[in-house]
């Protein structure tokens, strides 16, 4: 069975340009939740999407949005970069809404310029 | 506020010599307490979950145990492939957070051949 697959692997932005991530999650799992990673913070979350709607926000700006497709893939999209948002983007899905375990993906490395 | 806090931040062991890693946790009303591994470059992979004091969960090597106030992640006898992040995490119980976990700093262990 195929994992998370998070694309792209690597990108690099300046300030004040926009992103978006992208998120497949393992085939059957319908939450999709994204989190932040980064040496300071370490992981924060971000938000969680079940059946295509968004059930649970994180404390992040309203920069930070994303959505979530009828076939459970999902993208994150941020806006207004800032040199701040350099990080780790981690992609996670699990079975069931609201579950504690997650099966991650290998994430996005976002840098900022 | 919700917190989570590992100790150590790191630690080295020689292969074979067993330790403990700590997770101290303030929740408010916990759903459960997780532990993930995390190699470098690689997204947290789930290992263990805790709902109640007094549950303990083996793994090969690993056990993880839970009181009402900690978690500890105990290694026996460990090999260099363990060398790797540990994280904990917990989930509160409140419904509209339920889908996010809050995460501590990690440590990381590096056992020595």
């Known amino acids: 069975k195929a994992g998370v697959t998070q694309t792209p692997r690597y990108l690099i932005k300046t300030r004040g340009q926009q992103v978006t991530l992208s998120c497949s999650p393992i085939?059957?799992?319908?939450?999709v939740s994204w989190y932040q990673q980064t040496p300071g913070q370490g992981l924060q979350f971000l938000f969680e999407?079940?059946?295509?709607?968004?059930?649970n926000k994180g404390n992040f700006p309203g920069r930070f949005s994303g959505r979530q497709f009828s076939n459970s893939r999902s993208e994150m999209n941020v806006s207004t970069l800032e040199l701040g948002d350099s990080a780790l983007y981690l992609c996670?899905?699990?079975?069931?809404?609201?579950?504690?375990?997650?099966?991650f993906g290998s994430g996005t490395q976002l840098s900022v310029l | 506020e919700d917190q989570v806090t590992q100790s150590p931040e790191a630690l080295r062991l020689q292969e074979g010599e067993s330790s403990s890693l700590n997770c101290s946790y303030t929740?408010?009303?916990?759903?459960?307490l997780f532990w993930y591994r995390q190699d470098p470059g690689k997204g947290p992979e789930f290992l263990f979950t805790?709902?109640?004091a007094g549950e303990e969960k083996e793994k090969e090597r690993l056990k993880a145990t839970l009181t009402k106030k900690e978690s500890f992640l105990h290694i026996t006898a460990p090999k260099p492939e363990d060398s790797a992040t540990y994280l904990c995490?917990?989930?509160?119980?409140?419904?509209?957070?339920?889908?996010?976990?809050?995460f501590g700093q990690g440590t990381e262990l590096s056992v020595k051949p």
């Open positions: 995490a917990v989930q509160p119980l409140r419904d509209n957070q339920g889908g996010k976990l809050i």
């Open positions: 996670a899905s699990s079975l069931l809404q609201m579950s504690g375990k997650l099966f």
């Open positions: 805790l709902y109640s």
């Open positions: 929740v408010s009303g916990l759903r459960g």
């Open positions: 085939s059957g799992h319908r939450s």
């Open positions: 999407y079940f059946s295509e709607t968004q059930r």
